[in-house]
Structure formats: C-alpha cells, structure tokens
C-alpha cells in the first residue's frame, strides 16, 4: 500500500512563492516517476511537472521558469517550488506517479493566489 500525502499550500499574493511537498509511504518511490497535478475548480485536472528517477524533469509550459520539482529519495518525498505566482495557478494540487495510479490520489493541498 502507497500512501501520498500532500503539503505546503496556502494562500499567496501574485507574485509570491510556495513549496509543495508530497511524502509517499513504501518502497517503491526511488524508482518511480514522480509527478505534480492541479485541478482548478470547474476544470479538469492537469498535468504540472515531473522528474524521473535518473532526475530529469518537465514542466508544463506556464510554469517554465517559475516551476522547479525536485525529490529526496531518501526521505521519499518529491517537491514543487513555485515562484512568481499568478492567480491562474489557483487550484489544489496534487502528486502521483507516472503512470498515474488513480488509487493513489491523496487529498490534495489548496494553493490560492489572490491580491
């Protein structure tokens, strides 16, 4: 059983920063995919970033340059440092592997960027 749970949301100014973390429970986490997800409210949920176990990483285009993900394997945890937010990267975000595992999907952790 893999537990995923989020953290590190809050409530920011445009042009703030935050760092999300996601620590996975289990054994499996070095060599998996790591990715981050949001899901705005009225919309579907997208992909954000990820980082490969070798780490190689991607963004998704609005957030090159402000985006960076990261992982300690070591204490199984994968992070989101966002900075220069923009009221658009309001939503609750999320980790999972790639490929996802629906299974896995944890409560989230709300990011709200409002002036």
């Known amino acids: 059983q893999v537990l995923l749970v989020e953290s590190g949301g809050g409530s920011v100014q445009p042009g703030g920063s935050l760092r999300l973390s996601c620590a996975a429970s289990g054994s499996i986490f070095s060599i998996k995919t790591m990715a981050w997800f949001r899901q705005a409210p009225g919309k579907q949920r997208e992909w954000v970033a990820d980082?490969?176990?070798?780490?190689?990483?991607s963004y998704i285009n609005s957030g090159k340059g402000r985006f960076t993900i990261s992982r300690d394997n070591a204490k199984s945890t994968v992070y989101l440092q966002m900075n220069a937010l923009k009221p658009e990267d309001t939503a609750v975000y999320y980790c999972n592997f790639i490929p996802v595992r629906v299974q896995y999907w944890g409560q989230g952790t709300q990011v709200t960027v409002s002036s």
């Open positions: 980082i490969t176990s070798g780490g190689s990483t």
